[in-house]
């Protein structure tokens, strides 16, 4: 009888430790690090990296990237979890890290998990894309 029990004894703890281990691996992925800061979002801005009316984006795309001679991006980065507007510039901090994306590359838009085409919201949280194994695309 020992030998039956001992042998249910490894079985349990094989048990819970197989399944303690698949739930930590399947946690792990399905979370983006727990971390709302890593959320990646898209902001149309200037050569400066002030925030633009997206108005300016859409029509860089139409023009190759340029409006009036001035080259406009999509910046696309986790900034930290801050939010921008409309005449704010982004800090260096977070566009070092972050992708230019020049608004007539649609290859590139499509890569980084925007539409390859028209408008796209300052701001909007973006899933799939860079992150996901995509690449990124050039700015200028």
């Known amino acids: 009888m020992s030998t039956s029990r001992s042998n249910r004894v ?3 703890i094989g ?3 197989l399944s303690g281990a698949a739930m930590g691996f399947l946690a792990a992925c399905g979370t ?3 971390n709302e800061n890593d959320a990646k979002r898209v902001y149309c801005v200037d050569e400066q990296d002030q ?3 997206d108005a300016q984006c859409e029509e860089a795309e139409r ?3 340029f409006v009036g001679g001035l080259p406009f991006f999509f910046l696309l980065g986790g900034f930290g979890g801050n939010t921008y507007v409309t005449g704010q510039r982004i800090p260096s901090q977070y566009t070092g890290a ?3 994306i020049n608004p007539s590359d649609t ?3 499509s890569r980084a998990g925007m539409p390859s085409s028209g408008k796209v919201s300052s701001g909007t949280r973006i899933s799939g894309g860079i992150g996901s194994g995509g690449g990124g695309g050039g700015g200028s």
Request: glycine share 14%.
């Open 10 to 12: 490894r079985a349990v």
């Open 15 to 17: 048990t819970v430790s």
């Open 32 to 34: 983006d690090n727990g």
């Open 51 to 53: 925030v633009v009316d």
């Open 63 to 65: 023009h190759g990237g």
């Open 98 to 100: 972050a992708t230019r």
């Open 107 to 109: 290859t590139a838009r």
